[in-house]
Antibody, heavy 121, light 108 residues
């Protein structure tokens, strides 16, 4: 089912921006929708955003709509999450996850190990 | 928007025992688009069950899912040491895709 490797996390001040990347290997990246899911420290899972395999259709949780932008570069086998206007409550481990098909379905069949985003002054 | 609740929050059992985890939805989950994930400390979640009862690739048959409508169950027939983890249910098939709060299965 391939491998996913997230990067780009770090410490950022409230109101700041950060761009996460997820490098995919071992499968035909353009054939699968992808999602970002986050997990605040000690808490449960929260779906954040998703994009279909072609990159033409995107989806967002209400909590990030208007602040986060998901995109992908199928020529580079890479998924992105541009995060703007960051808040303390965005602090979490961010996972990228592969969907079951080209069209987004939300059935997350494989996951990366995550990248930690900390929003603090 | 569907909200998922899971019970119990924590289940304390011994290896070899049977574990029964519950997931309840606030509305009918259409077409049984209900999945279960396992997460061990420091690891990413892993898909166990989809379609309420279909085991994902490579998942041992001691894991089984059942239910429909608003009530779903994950059963681990005989707990192995590696099964002690947190289990999340999730509704999929359309935005948003909520997760339940999780059930922690720990060693008694």
């Amino acid at each position: 089912e391939g491998q996913l490797f997230e990067s780009g996390g770090g410490l950022v001040q409230p109101g700041g921006s950060l761009r996460l990347s997820c490098a995919a290997s071992g499968f035909t990246f353009s054939s699968y929708a992808m999602s970002w899911v986050r997990q605040a420290p000690g808490k449960g899972l929260e779906w954040v955003s998703a994009i279909d395999g072609n990159g033409g259709i995107t989806y967002y949780a209400d909590s990030v709509k208007g602040r986060f932008t998901i995109s992908r570069d199928n020529s580079k086998n890479t998924l992105y999450l541009q995060m703007n206007s960051l808040r303390a409550e965005d602090t979490a481990l961010y996972f990228c996850a592969k969907d079951r098909s080209l069209l987004w379905f939300g059935q997350l069949i494989s996951w990366g190990q995550g990248t930690l985003v900390t929003v603090s002054s | 928007e569907i909200v998922l609740t899971q019970s119990p929050a924590t289940l304390s059992l011994s290896p070899g025992e049977r574990a029964t985890l519950s997931c309840r939805a606030s509305q009918t989950v259409k077409t049984n688009y209900l999945a279960w994930y396992q997460q061990k400390p420091g690891q990413a979640p892993r898909l166990l069950i989809y379609g309420a009862s279909i085991r994902a690739t490579g998942i041992p048959d001691r894991f089984s899912g059942s239910g429909s409508g608003t009530d779903f169950t994950l059963t681990i027939s005989r707990l192995e040491p590696e099964d002690f983890a947190v289990y999340y249910c999730q509704k999929y098939g359309g935005s948003p895709i909520p997760f339940g709060p999780g059930t922690k299965v720990d060693i008694k």
